[in-house]
């Protein structure tokens, strides 16, 4: 309709779109309640005005015809044949036949709905209206929470949005829940990202008394809906971090970091934990045992796992979670010891840039001084560099021996020779001998420039040179820290 509606005023035959609406003159097909303005909108207009979006949402409605009214071209379209070749699949719904079925069947081919848009049509109907407004309308399409839910995050190697993210651990927790029974088989099924609205019908069924009661699920939802929306903020890496455990400090972790296996438990922490001071204690421990392992380049695969054993636990008390993480002996999920986090800092990394910027930047905001006149900005603020360029062969002299090349090679992927700074080098700059790369050339900074004042840059800039020794101390100097910020 979007699209004819555009042909029809663009050609100057507005009179054509007639076929689209019914005797009332009203529209043939009704969008939904966030797309109403923007659609009425556009269906009222006369002429072939651009339009803009107004109010919040995505306004794909909007996008959609400002594309048509732009790209159509009135010498290569005939309205009418374009009727005559379109078609249209109409299908009749006999009593006693299961429409939502029917509508899942359709919906799981072709284009792909999100989780949140098949659970509204499977949990709502015509009769079940009043229902709908309380619990779904009124918590996750209320405009001015729109954008928020409607955010993506990267999770694995796919994109989903917060709704699904909710979605997905709010059935985790309600699948830990020892009086729902749920078999060990089921719960890893339900914990398959691509069965998340199968595995809601499986649950409802199977242990949660049937559809007949689909609507209670619904009803507990709200108040997990505002606690997540409360906790749980993307936006946190454009934004500096709090020195002291906090939320804010792990949503970095979760989202800065791509830790979104943590969300659930963390859900269930904020929800059921009423103390402040204890929830953010429990969100320090978890930020110290995933850190720990990102130092020391654990694996992440059994995170799924342990951190569910923890909502079927109850594990709702800092020091029992302490203790769960002390107690892990299986390298999937041990918390590694001081020794471990220190051998990393002197270790060759390689860890993603996206890991390296993680570590060096919460030690940075935790061990910088409280009346530091720099200013600390948000995760996404900061690139990574290496102070000993990759390239040193090209301006830093050779080596006598091939030997010692190889060793300054493994040596300046070391977190010693690592740096976050406020942004990128010019490359000329980035590859240049160490007196050029602090303090930039031709207008260009430096390190001095771009990485001045911070903690993590202590004794650096003011070095004569830098070379292996100078790395190996200030990688001693950052495990220091680095076991101060994450204590066991």
């Given amino acids: 309709m979007i699209y004819f509606k555009a042909l029809t005023l663009k050609n100057g035959q507005p009179e054509k779109f007639g076929g689209f609406l019914l005797e009332s003159g009203k ?20 002429e072939p005005a651009r339009q803009e979006a107004k109010g919040k949402g995505n306004h794909r409605i909007v996008q959609a015809f400002n594309y048509f009214l732009e ?4 010498n290569d379209v005939d309205v009418m044949t374009l009727k005559r070749n379109i078609q249209l699949v109409c299908i009749e719904v006999d009593e006693g036949e299961d429409e939502q079925q029917i509508f899942d069947t359709i919906n799981s081919r072709g284009v792909r709905l999100t989780t949140a848009e098949l659970l509204k049509n499977y949990f709502f109907s015509r009769e079940t209206v009043e229902d709908y407004q309380k619990c779904w309308e009124s918590v996750f399409e209320v405009e ?6 409607s955010q993506e995050i990267v999770t694995g190697r796919i994109r989903r949005s917060l709704i699904d993210l909710f979605f997905d651990s709010f059935l985790q927790i309600k699948a830990q829940q020892k009086n729902y029974g749920v078999s060990t088989e089921d719960k890893k099924s339900f914990g398959r990202v691509d069965w998340l609205f199968t595995s809601y019908k499986e649950f409802i069924e199977k242990y949660y008394g049937g559809e007949d009661r689909k609507l209670d699920l619904v009803r507990e939802l709200k108040p997990y809906a505002d606690v997540f929306k409360r906790t749980f903020d ?7 971090v709090p020195r002291d455990s906090s939320i804010g400090r792990l949503n970095v972790v979760i989202f800065g970091l791509k830790n979104s296996t943590l969300i659930p438990y963390v859900l269930y922490i904020a929800k059921n934990v009423k103390d402040p001071a204890v929830r953010d204690e429990m969100y320090g421990a978890m930020e110290s045992y995933v850190m720990r392992r990102v130092v020391c380049r654990s694996t992440t695969k059994n995170y799924n796992r342990f951190f569910s054993s923890l909502i079927l636990g109850n594990v709702l008390d800092p020091d029992v979670l302490c203790d769960e993480f002390a107690s892990q002996e299986d390298s999937t999920t041990q918390m590694p010891t001081d020794e471990e986090v220190k051998s990393a800092f002197t270790g060759e990394t390689r860890y993603i840039n996206l890991q390296t910027r993680g570590i060096l930047y919460l030690i940075e905001s935790k061990e910088r001084l409280a009346n530091s006149s720099t200013v600390l900005l948000g995760f996404d603020g900061y690139s990574l560099e290496h102070l000993m360029p990759k390239k040193w062969r090209n301006n830093w002299g050779r080596l006598a021996t091939e030997e010692g090349g190889c060793n300054r090679d493994a040596t300046l992927l070391t977190l010693g020779n690592l740096a976050i700074i406020t942004q990128a080098l010019n490359a000329s700059i980035r590859d240049a001998g160490w007196v050029t790369k602090k303090a930039g050339k031709n207008g260009a900074p430096g390190l001095e420039g771009c990485a001045a004042g911070l903690t993590t840059m202590d004794g650096v800039l003011s070095a004569a040179a830098w070379d292996e020794e100078k790395i190996h101390e200030r990688a001693k100097r950052l495990a220091d820290m680095a076991v101060r910020v994450w204590p066991k």
């Fill in 234 to 240: 993307p936006g946190c890496v454009q934004r500096a």
């Fill in 71 to 74: 790209r159509i071209d009135v």
């Fill in 27 to 46: 529209p043939a097909l009704a969008p939904s309640k966030n797309d109403t303005d923007d659609f009425s909108r556009i269906m009222e207009l006369q």
């Fill in 144 to 149: 001015d929470d729109l954008d928020y839910w």
